[in-house]
């Protein structure tokens, strides 16, 4: 498998990328939280002959340098989707996103779904506005509450154990989240990353609208045992949209491996 190894600029800032495939056709593929680029390589084995493929490190992921405090906006991942396109000198675009990639993938549709080919979703966030995420990276208090949190962890392990016994989060979540962010390391790093994340925020009644309209293919893979995002929040989102299909296969958050890699990426084919 041919790789290469690039950098596209987004402000003052870099964001990596793996390229694989040759094909006439562009892919651009995104992470999930805690991964990088390199979490797509099953996929090249069968998309790398229809499809240039171009995986992401998302900021402060990877290869990325981004600087603490800096945002990816919407305007720049939209500068970011154009200007690839005009390099490789394509019409439209498809998508693959992975859980918080998901996210970046129906910005870029919401941004420009005349020019969106084929998208495939994995456990994808996004899909409904997470009331928790928004809350604590959009609001003056919530902004100020969550770095507080992070800073002083026996306060986030309070509010923690409060959400659980007041099931307002499901056990899963909380085990996930508690475990994640024991050391300083973990906490430092989701204070970078959600906020650096939190203007990509799209909004799930205009999406539905769009993919309608345009007629957008969209394919979604959920697991049936993943509690971080259930396939309720894909069965939700696809009502009564045809061109959407739903896919749930027997499997936790991490969805996809090499066994069912050929599935999901024959939808783009």
């Known amino acids: 498998m041919n790789e ?3 950098f596209i600029s987004t402000g003052a800032e870099k964001l ?36 240039t493929i171009l995986s992401f490190d998302l900021p402060h992921h990877g290869a990325s340098k981004w600087q603490e405090g800096a945002k990816l906006t919407r305007q720049e991942v939209f500068d970011l989707t154009a ?10 675009v498809s998508l693959l996103g992975y859980s918080m990639g998901g996210r970046v993938c129906l910005s870029i549709v919401e941004s420009m779904p005349e020019r969106i080919d084929k998208v495939a979703l994995i456990a994808a966030d996004g899909l409904t506005i997470n009331f928790y995420y928004y809350f604590l990276t959009r609001t003056w ?11 002083k962890p026996k306060l986030f392990f309070s509010v923690a154990n409060w959400l659980k016994k007041k099931n307002l989060v499901n056990t899963v979540r909380h085990r996930f989240v508690t475990n994640s962010l024991q050391s300083e390391t ?27 309209q345009y007629r957008i293919p969209v394919s979604i893979f959920m697991g049936e045992h993943d509690r971080i995002m259930p396939p309720s929040l894909a069965k939700n989102f696809k009502s009564g949209i045809d061109t959407v299909q739903l896919y749930i296969l027997d499997k936790g958050h991490l969805v996809f491996d090499r066994e069912n890699a050929q599935q999901i990426a024959e939808s783009l084919l």
């Open 186 to 212: 973990s906490r430092q790093f989701l204070l970078k990353v959600w906020p650096g994340m939190s203007d990509i925020i799209p909004s799930p009644t205009k999406l539905k609208r769009l993919i309608k």
């Open 4 to 6: 290469e190894s690039g």
């Open 83 to 92: 200007a690839v396109m005009t390099k490789y000198n394509v019409e439209k």
């Open 16 to 51: 990596h990328y793996l390229q694989w495939g040759c094909g006439r056709r562009l892919l651009l593929a995104f992470h999930g939280y805690g991964n990088d680029a390199r979490i797509f390589i099953p996929f090249s084995e069968y998309l790398s002959s229809e499809y």
């Open 141 to 151: 208090f919530g902004k100020k509450l969550f770095k507080r949190m992070l800073e």
